[in-house]
C-alpha cells in the first residue's frame, strides 16, 4: 500500500486506489459492495475508507428508493406490526421495502453487508439488533442512514434509535398484579442481550420494592422471548413448592408458553394462576381467556423509526435522535385476585 499521505476532505475512488495500490476499478466494486474483491484487498480499501471518510455524493430518496428492514428474527407477529409500521410511511413516499433476517444472530455476515451496499438503499432500519461496529462503520461511509428500532443493547448518542417505555411497562404490569392482592409474583424476563427485557425486570423489581414485597429470586426466569421459554420457565415455576399465584412473562409469545404449562398442570387462568404479557399483538385478545398485558405501540414506533430515516436520507438532521413511545396497561380476563390458601 501507498504511503502518500491523503489530502485533506474526503477522499475519492481514484485516490482511494492509489494509497490501497489497486485498480479504481476494484475500489469501486468495494465501495458498491459486490462480492468479485479478495478478502485482504477488501480489508485494505474498508481500512482506508473509515481512516480517511469517503462519502458518496448526497442521493436524495426517490421513487425508486429502498428502506431495508432487519430483523434479528422473522419468528411471530412481532414483525408483521413492525412491517405494517414501515410499509405505511414508505408507501407514502413511494418507497419499497426490502426485508432482512439475521437469523437469531447479533449481526448479519460478510454477504449480508454486501448486498445491503450493493442495493443503495437509502436507509437502513435494524430491529432488535445495533449490527457490528464494522458495518455500522461501512454503511456511514456510504452516507446509508442508519435507525435501531427496538434496540437489543444501548445504542448511545451517536444511533438514531425508537424504542418503548419498557422500565414502565414491567412497573405497572407487576403493580397491576399486586393491586389485584398477589405476592408471589414470577417474571420471565427475555434473553440477556435483550436491554428491553432487563428493563422490564427492573420495573417488576421497582414495584415490589415500592410495595414492600420481598422480591425472591428463586421467582425470577430467563426466558427467550418465544413461547417454549415461556413454556419451561413455565413449568418450573409452577412446580416450586410454594409456586407463585401470578406470572409477568415479559412477552406476549412466552405468556403463551405459561398459558400451556398451567393447562399441563390443571391450573386454572385466572382462577388458580394470573397471567400478564407484553407487546399486546393482536391475536392475544381471542386467547382464552383474552390476556392482560402492556401494549407497546410497535406500529407506532416502526413508523416513526421510517420518518428519522427518511430526514436523515434527504440530509436533514434530526430534532431529537433517541425517542421512547410509552406503553399502556391492557387489562383483560387473564388476571384476578389470588385464590384463598387454606392455612
Do not use: C
Not at 448479519?108 to 448486498?115: D, Q
Not at 398484579?177 to 432487563?198: D, F, K, M, N, Q
Not at 422480591?215 to 415461556?230: I, K, N, Q, R, S
Not at 418450573?236 to 400451556?260: K, S
Amino acid at each position: 500500500m501507498s504511503h502518500a499521505q491523503p489530502p485533506a476532505g474526503p477522499l475519492t475512488i481514484a485516490r482511494l486506489a492509489e494509497l490501497a495500490g489497486v485498480s479504481a476499478a476494484t475500489v469501486s466494486k468495494v465501495v458498491n459492495g459486490r462480492s468479485e474483491v479478495a478478502p485482504e484487498t477488501r480489508a485494505v480499501v474498508e481500512s482506508l475508507i473509515r481512516e480517511h471518510g469517503y462519502r458518496r455524493r448526497k442521493r436524495r430518496v426517490s421513487p425508486s428508493a429502498l428502506i431495508e428492514l432487519v430483523f434479528r428474527a422473522l419468528d411471530g407477529d412481532y414483525p408483521i406490526e413492525i412491517i405494517k409500521g414501515v410499509e405505511q410511511v414508505a408507501r407514502e413516499h413511494g418507497l419499497a421495502v426490502v426485508l432482512s433476517e439475521l437469523q437469531h444472530r447479533d449481526t448479519g455476515g460478510t454477504g449480508w453487508i454486501e448486498g445491503v451496499l450493493g442495493r443503495r438503499p437509502s436507509g437502513v432500519i435494524a430491529v432488535f439488533s445495533g449490527l457490528s461496529g464494522e458495518q455500522r462503520d461501512q454503511l456511514a461511509a456510504r452516507d446509508i442512514p442508519l435507525v435501531l428500532l427496538d434496540p437489543s443493547g444501548d445504542p448511545g448518542h451517536r444511533l438514531p434509535s425508537v424504542g418503548a417505555g419498557n422500565w414502565s411497562g414491567g412497573l405497572s404490569a407487576t403493580r397491576h398484579l399486586l393491586e389485584l392482592g398477589h405476592r408471589r409474583i414470577g417474571v420471565i424476563t427475555g434473553p440477556r442481550y435483550a436491554l428491553s427485557g432487563r428493563a422490564r425486570l427492573d420495573g417488576y423489581r421497582a414495584a415490589l420494592d415500592q410495595a414492600g414485597v420481598p422480591a425472591d429470586p428463586e421467582l425470577v426466569g430467563e426466558g427467550d422471548f418465544h413461547v417454549t421459554g415461556g413454556l419451561a420457565e413455565g413449568h418450573r415455576l409452577l412446580r416450586l413448592p410454594d409456586r407463585p399465584t401470578a406470572i409477568f412473562a415479559g412477552n406476549d409469545a412466552q405468556a403463551m408458553g405459561v398459558y400451556r404449562a398451567a393447562y399441563d398442570l390443571g391450573l386454572r387462568i385466572p382462577h388458580e394462576l394470573s397471567v400478564i404479557g407484553f407487546d399486546d399483538l393482536p391475536q392475544m385478545r381471542w386467547a382464552i381467556p383474552p390476556l392482560t398485558t402492556v401494549r407497546q405501540p410497535l406500529t407506532e414506533m416502526a413508523a416513526t423509526a421510517t420518518g428519522m430515516l427518511l430526514t436523515l436520507a434527504s440530509g436533514e438532521p434530526l430534532t431529537q435522535s433517541r425517542v421512547e413511545l410509552g406503553t399502556d396497561l391492557v387489562v383483560r380476563g387473564s388476571t384476578a385476585p389470588p385464590p384463598e390458601r387454606s392455612a
